[in-house]
């Protein structure tokens, strides 16, 4: 088989139809806990963000939850805004041309479910030891 050559890197709106495709691919049942989630496709997290939360290289957050996790939600809260996931679209290229090892499909749907987690109400823990099994 021949080299294909330089490939060119998805824009954001292919991206996200990645992304979508990595969600429909989940199971049903995970699918449906997530409940009224926001999934966004970004090229990388804004600076107030990485400020936030203490990242100075932009390459270094691949995903983010923002929002109450199911396991802090309550009835007699008021509406809290919806919450998000967020893809930051060129850490997760640099990390699937640096690793070689997945398709950059896999690593969607990783850092997908990695973000989804965290909208379960799991922490980073937690997500390593389920992902460890």
């Known amino acids: ?12 709106d292919e991206f996200a139809a990645l992304a979508e495709q990595a969600f429909a691919g989940l ?4 699918r449906s806990l997530t409940g009224d989630v926001i999934f966004r496709v970004e090229e990388f997290a804004e600076a107030e963000v990485l400020e936030e939360l203490g990242i ?5 957050l ?15 809260d008021p509406s809290p805004h ?4 967020f893809l930051y679209r060129r850490p997760i290229l640099d990390e699937w041309a640096e690793r070689g090892d997945v398709t950059l499909l896999e690593l969607v749907t990783h850092v997908l ?10 922490s980073d823990d937690d997500i390593d030891a389920i992902e460890a099994e």
Not at 1 to 12: F, I, Q, T, Y
């Open 56 to 60: 100075e290289d932009p390459f270094e």
């Open 27 to 30: 199971p049903e049942a995970f």
């Open 82 to 85: 919806p919450s998000m996931v």
């Open 113 to 122: 479910v990695h973000e989804i987690g965290h909208h379960f109400g799991l």
């Open 1 to 12: 088989m021949s080299d294909p050559g330089p490939r060119k890197a998805p824009s954001l």
């Open 62 to 76: 691949s995903g983010l939850y923002q929002g109450v996790d199911l396991s802090r939600r309550s009835v007699l």
